[in-house]
């Protein structure tokens, strides 16, 4: 089976990364997005930087100039060309981002059909909602603003996606928050697992660690073992309640609460345990009023899965 690894901003083909899922046994492709080779420099034809000109305000001559498009671009021949190297099978090639690498995947899962499995980190779509790059859109004319969404937003493409994904993201992201997160995979017709970490770190490292990453591949690209599978976060007589299923024993399940209003990176988020009984995973909630909150399940190898947070008025 192939990955082909998509990188963040600043980021580059991190050699690390690639060995990382060659020792799990895949090949695996990375490639870099601000058009510089090995040693740091700038190729003469690399495309437009990684910046933020780049990927809102520069269109050049059109649309053709923007970074956004040039790097749906990189990834899609990186498909192409893991898939054509012998020995790798084509039909089982997955893609995972970090950051701007994950709003990348959600973008080449709705435009690529190729792709069997997708696991974009922190990285969504919607970020005209809400994103920490709010004020570029401020600074768009209505129509670039427009051109943009239309093309370059995730969630003109995520409803094309219908490959499975595994989302994976901090309750505190800076760049990516809760709410976009959740219209995007809200927005793809293929099955959605969530894996919602609370505080958890933004960045490369801490973006390719978690052990659901690379166990979300195997299953979809290697015959290996499922998930636990938890549905959506339901408010019932001041409980948190969702149904589970798991064909491995679940280890830990937990409550996760914030009872914060404002900025959703700025919210404080309370942990308590939560009960397992007949398919059901239940907490009480605070008393207070309102509140969001979500529910997680762990498996006997440390697979996290989340319910869909929800609101509590």
Not at 105 to 134: E, K, Q
């Amino acid at each position: 089976p192939g990955i082909v690894l998509v990188h963040g901003g600043g980021g580059t083909a991190f050699p690390q990364w690639v060995k990382m899922w060659h020792d799990r046994g895949y090949a695996a492709l990375s490639m870099d997005l601000g058009g510089r080779g090995g040693d740091g420099d700038r190729l003469p034809d690399g495309g437009p930087e990684q910046g933020h000109e780049e990927k809102f305000h520069a269109v050049g001559e059109g649309l053709e100039e923007m970074w956004s498009y040039h790097a749906v671009a990189a990834v899609v021949r990186g498909l192409s060309l893991l898939g054509s190297l012998p020995g790798v099978d084509a039909d089982r090639i997955g893609v995972t981002g970090i950051s701007w690498g994950g709003y990348m995947t959600c973008m080449v899962a709705g435009v690529d059909d190729r792709i069997r499995a997708a696991i974009p980190v922190y990285g969504c779509g919607f970020l005209h909602h809400n994103s920490c790059w709010l004020e570029e859109f401020e600074r768009l004319s209505d129509d670039h603003r427009a051109a943009w969404i239309e093309h370059f937003d995730p969630s003109s493409h995520l409803p094309n996606a219908a490959m499975p994904m595994l989302w994976v993201n901090g309750t505190n992201d800076f760049a990516y928050p809760m709410d976009s997160y959740q219209e995007s995979y809200r927005a793809t017709v293929g099955e959605t697992t969530l894996c919602i970490k609370v505080g958890m770190d933004h960045g490369h490292e801490p973006g390719w660690a978690p052990a659901e990453i690379g166990l979300f591949a195997d299953l979809h690209l290697r015959d290996g073992e499922v998930f636990p599978e938890i549905g959506a976060t339901r408010i019932e007589d001041g409980r948190a309640v969702a149904s589970w299923s798991s064909a491995r024993p679940i280890a830990s399940a937990g409550l996760h609460v914030t009872k914060d209003v404002g900025s959703w990176p700025e919210r404080a988020w309370e942990t308590t345990p939560a009960t397992i009984v007949d398919g059901v995973v239940h907490a009480s909630l605070p008393g207070q009023r309102p509140l969001i909150a979500y529910l997680t399940i762990e498996d006997d190898r440390g697979v996290t899965v989340s319910s869909e947070h929800a609101a509590a008025e």
